[in-house]
């Protein structure tokens, strides 16, 4: 797995995660997610274009993530996951609970619910 973030000028961080999200990689997304939630009205984007297989823990990722941004105020979207993955999230559950966006400029724009 790889995970790179952009910053943009209106503070919103676009995390972007590439290959199978899985035990063995879910620590590295939850570090990442960890130093960009740090900080007072966290936005962050989790670009999923590119993931190719996700577990539980890849899940649970999400969901913390989530958590600690609205529990401070922002908020964390996930965009642009293939039909796979999409289907995943709608399987367990986390479609109504987590924000998920067609694309990474679809969650960019989107303004706050």
Excluded: K
Excluded at 19 to 29: E, M, Q, S
Excluded at 66 to 87: D, F, K, Q, S
Excluded at 93 to 98: A, F, K, N
Excluded at 99 to 107: L, R, T
């Amino acid at each position: 797995m790889h995970v790179s973030v952009i910053g943009n000028p209106d503070d919103t961080v676009v995390v972007t995660v590439r290959g199978n999200l899985d035990v063995d990689t879910a620590p590295v997304l939850r570090t990442t997610l960890d130093q960009v939630l740090d900080g007072p009205l966290p936005r962050v984007v989790v670009d999923l274009s590119g993931v190719e297989f996700c577990d539980s823990t890849g899940l649970s990722a999400f969901v913390v993530g989530h958590r600690r941004a609205a529990a401070l105020g922002g908020w964390l979207r996930l965009a642009a996951p293939g039909e796979w993955l999409h289907g995943l999230l709608r399987t367990v559950g986390l479609v109504p609970v987590l924000d998920v966006y067609s694309s990474v400029a679809d969650a960019l724009t989107e303004p706050p619910a």
